[in-house]
């Protein structure tokens, strides 16, 4: 049953990270491209909020690599004493996984208290293109909560790993 519910979890989070990661990747992509051909092919045409959108979508893609960071184990972490020190491989790993969880966490906490801070500022818009900061604030509290959910996940893999292997 656990096993199930992790694989459906994994199947929705994978699918969210991958779309909403290309679909982020192409956006900067085309509008950058298309404002470095507007610029070098015409004199007075410039797409004036082209780096606004490549900036925001560098900062959503950021949050939500994170998470699948978590999912390919591909976090920064101290590797060198458990191939010194092998019986500490566990123990570092759980470590590591609960620094995640705090951090989890305090995205979600502080996140949510950013997002709403945003929210309640009418003012709060982006500089070119007038898009309610609250939107991308927003990232925070999901990419935490994700990336706890991911974290337990992975952890109770590795346990399942470190106690039959």
């Known amino acids: 049953m656990l096993k199930k519910t992790f694989q459906v979890v ?4 994978r699918w969210f990270e991958e779309w909403s990661l290309f679909i982020a990747v192409m956006v900067a992509l085309c509008v950058a491209l298309a404002n470095v051909i507007l610029r070098k092919a015409t004199a007075d045409v410039n797409l004036y909020w082209s780096d606004e959108v490549v900036r925001k979508t560098i900062y959503f893609s950021t949050y939500i690599g994170c ?3 978590v999912r ?3 976090l920064i972490r101290i590797d060198a004493l458990p191939q010194i020190f092998p019986k500490l491989k566990m123990s570092l790993t759980m470590i590591a996984n609960l620094a995640v969880l705090v951090f989890s966490v305090l995205m979600v906490w502080l996140g949510w208290q950013m997002t709403v801070l945003m929210y309640e500022d009418e003012f709060a818009k982006t ?3 007038q898009i309610p900061e ?4 927003a990232v925070l509290p999901l990419m935490g909560a994700m990336m706890f959910i ?3 996940i ?5 346990w399942k790993e470190f106690t039959t292997g």
């Not at 994994?10 to 989070?13: H, K, S, Y």
């Not at 992975?154 to 590795?158: F, G, K």
């Open 10 to 13: 994994d199947r929705v989070f």
């Open 67 to 69: 998470i699948a960071a």
């Open 72 to 74: 390919g184990r591909s």
């Open 127 to 129: 500089a070119s293109l």
């Open 134 to 137: 609250w939107i991308f604030y």
């Open 150 to 152: 991911r974290t337990l």
């Open 154 to 158: 992975v952890m109770v893999e590795d």
